[in-house]
């Protein structure tokens, strides 16, 4: 199997509480909810970066599609790393997600491994690192 992840999607309760909250408080653009017209079908998509999308849908529609029970959140299987150019980037960027109604799990801070980063949750408790790596400059947009 060649990795070829073109999306990630975050199950989400209220799905125009998640809207707002990437679109509206991170700013992240989107043409927002889609797919109405088809039962279990309503989702959001977010372009992240050349050829991966962000999808955002209800909890209770992927555990039909799947056919998996739904089940509890569990916000330490998964967490989503947003890598940023700086410290002060990474500083902002927790700013603006606790304005935006995330929950500061772990303010930033230098890391043991020598860089700087931060924990957020997202209103469904979707773990995001903020983090800054001296080792990995992110791609100029």
Request: proline letters at 6%; aromatic letters at 10%.
């Amino acid at each position: 199997m060649q990795a070829r992840i073109t999306v990630i999607t975050l199950a989400v309760e209220d799905l125009e509480r998640a809207l707002r909250f990437y679109r509206d408080g991170l700013g992240f653009a989107t043409e927002g909810i889609i797919g109405t017209e088809f039962e279990h079908g309503a989702v959001v998509f977010i372009d992240l970066q050349h050829g991966l999308k962000l999808a955002l849908w209800p909890r209770s529609s992927l555990a039909r599609d799947s056919g998996l029970a739904l089940s509890p959140p569990c916000p330490t299987g998964l967490s989503l790393g947003h890598n940023v150019a700086s410290r002060d980037e990474v500083d902002a960027v927790m700013k603006k997600a606790a304005h935006a109604g995330a929950s500061i799990v772990k303010p930033a801070q230098v890391t043991f491994w020598g860089g700087y980063a931060g924990y957020f949750q997202d209103p469904d408790q979707h773990l995001w690192e903020v983090v800054w790596n001296p080792a990995w400059a992110p791609e100029a947009d």
